[in-house]
Every structure is written in structure tokens, then in C-alpha cells.
């Protein structure tokens, strides 16, 4: 529950009112997928006991809904940190063996997937406080740093430091700003 409090807390301003939040957790699609995530996580997580057992199956099924509705796909196996927050919807997908620290940001068209050869995959570690624009695409066993921005349409293929601003096909670091002016965490 802590989780899933830190990743709503995200989608919030301030000063927004009862009204304005209801409003948002209804109308906001990346919250959908990320309850459905979280609730789905725990349920996998704890599937040696009877409840998350029966749960697990109707949670799978609204998953697929949500997942339909919203093109956001967070397997219930990816282990993402709290304070998740998905900006848009649409054509979201995590590889099933993704790690993902705290804080981090997820936009439209994003994929976090397996790459390798050999009939070897691996999946990316990403950090805490990374920034993924629309459009980035990262493959592959590598390791993203904390406080990562990560542009528009990259491709990352490559590990990126701690404080890498990366963008472009393939990525490359053009500075060491990072991700403070994209990360908003409400503290």
C-alpha cells in the first residue's frame, strides 16, 4: 500500500481538492495500470497463500482490460519501485524480468525490454528518478543510473552513469544534467 500511496501521490498538485483528485484517479490511465500493477504484484509476490492465489486469476483477466484500454503493460512480475508515474497513455510496455527504482517517470510509446544473443536475453536495470521521454526505447542487459533523462525517440543500448542526460539513435550522453527539472515527487 505504501507503493501504490507514493505512486498516486505523484499524479496530485498541492492544493487539489477532494473533487480534482477523485476526478483524476477516474480519468487518468496510468493510475489504472499502475493499481492493477501493484494489486497484481503483491498477488504474484505472495501466491503461497490462498487469497493471492484466487485473486491472481481475476487480476490477470482485468490486467488484459486495462491493458486494451490503455495500451500500458506492467507485468505483474516487473519489479518497479514506488512513486511510479506514467504521464500518458499508450503503448507502454515493460519486459516481464524489468527492475525499476523510485520515482521514476514513464511516457507514451516507451518500451523496456529483453535484448541479447545467443539465446542469452537480459532486461534492464533502471535507477531511481529516471526521466523516459516519449518514444525511448531500451534493450538489452544494461544498467541505467539514478537521476537519468533519457530523450525523445533514443534508443538506449548502452549503461548510462548516474546524472546522464542521453538522447538520439543510438543514445548518447550529452551532458550531466539529469533528471531534477523532469522528476516532481511532492515531498
Same mark, same amino acid.
Given at each position: 500500500?505504501?507503493?501504490?500511496?507514493?505512486?498516486?501521490?505523484?499524479?496530485?498538485?498541492?492544493?487539489?481538492?477532494?473533487?480534482?483528485?477523485?476526478?483524476?484517479?477516474?480519468?487518468?490511465?496510468?493510475?489504472?495500470?499502475?493499481?492493477?500493477?501493484?494489486?497484481?504484484?503483491?498477488?504474484?509476490?505472495?501466491?503461497?497463500?490462498?487469497?493471492?492465489?484466487?485473486?491472481?486469476?481475476?487480476?490477470?483477466?482485468?490486467?488484459?482490460? /486495462?491493458? %486494451?484500454?490503455? +495500451?500500458?503493460?506492467?507485468?505483474?512480475?516487473?519489479? @518497479? $519501485?514506488?512513486?511510479?508515474? #506514467? &504521464?500518458?497513455?499508450?503503448?507502454?510496455?515493460?519486459?516481464?524480468?524489468?527492475?525499476?527504482?523510485?520515482?521514476?517517470?514513464?511516457?507514451?510509446?516507451?518500451?523496456?525490454?529483453?535484448?541479447?544473443?545467443?539465446?542469452?536475453?537480459?532486461?534492464?536495470?533502471?535507477?531511481?528518478? /529516471?526521466? %523516459?521521454?516519449? +518514444?525511448?526505447?531500451?534493450?538489452?542487459?544494461?544498467? @541505467? $543510473?539514478?537521476?537519468?533523462? #533519457? &530523450?525523445?525517440?533514443?534508443?538506449?543500448?548502452?549503461?548510462?552513469?548516474?546524472?546522464?542526460?542521453?538522447?538520439?539513435?543510438?543514445?548518447?550522453?550529452?551532458?550531466?544534467?539529469?533528471?531534477?527539472?523532469?522528476?516532481?515527487?511532492?515531498?
Amino acid at each position: 500500500m505504501d507503493y501504490l500511496r507514493e505512486d498516486i501521490k505523484r499524479y496530485f498538485r498541492k492544493n487539489d481538492g477532494l473533487l480534482s483528485k477523485t476526478k483524476k484517479i477516474i480519468l487518468t490511465q496510468g493510475i489504472w495500470a499502475t493499481i492493477v500493477y501493484r494489486a497484481g504484484s503483491w498477488c504474484h509476490q505472495n501466491k503461497s497463500q490462498i487469497w493471492p492465489r484466487i485473486i491472481l486469476p481475476f487480476l490477470t483477466v482485468f490486467k488484459k482490460m /486495462v491493458e %486494451i484500454m490503455t +495500451g500500458i503493460d506492467l507485468p505483474f512480475t516487473a519489479r @518497479i $519501485g514506488k512513486g511510479l508515474y #506514467i &504521464g500518458h497513455f499508450g503503448c507502454i510496455i515493460l519486459g516481464s524480468k524489468t527492475v525499476m527504482g523510485e520515482y521514476c517517470n514513464i511516457s507514451n510509446e516507451n518500451t523496456i525490454g529483453q535484448a541479447g544473443r545467443n539465446g542469452i536475453q537480459k532486461t534492464p536495470v533502471i535507477g531511481n528518478r /529516471v526521466y %523516459i521521454a516519449p +518514444g525511448a526505447k531500451i534493450f538489452g542487459g544494461i544498467t @541505467i $543510473g539514478d537521476n537519468v533523462a #533519457i &530523450g525523445a525517440n533514443s534508443v538506449v543500448t548502452i549503461d548510462l552513469p548516474d546524472n546522464a542526460v542521453a538522447v538520439g539513435i543510438p543514445a548518447k550522453i550529452i551532458n550531466f544534467k539529469g533528471s531534477q527539472d523532469f522528476i516532481v515527487t511532492n515531498k
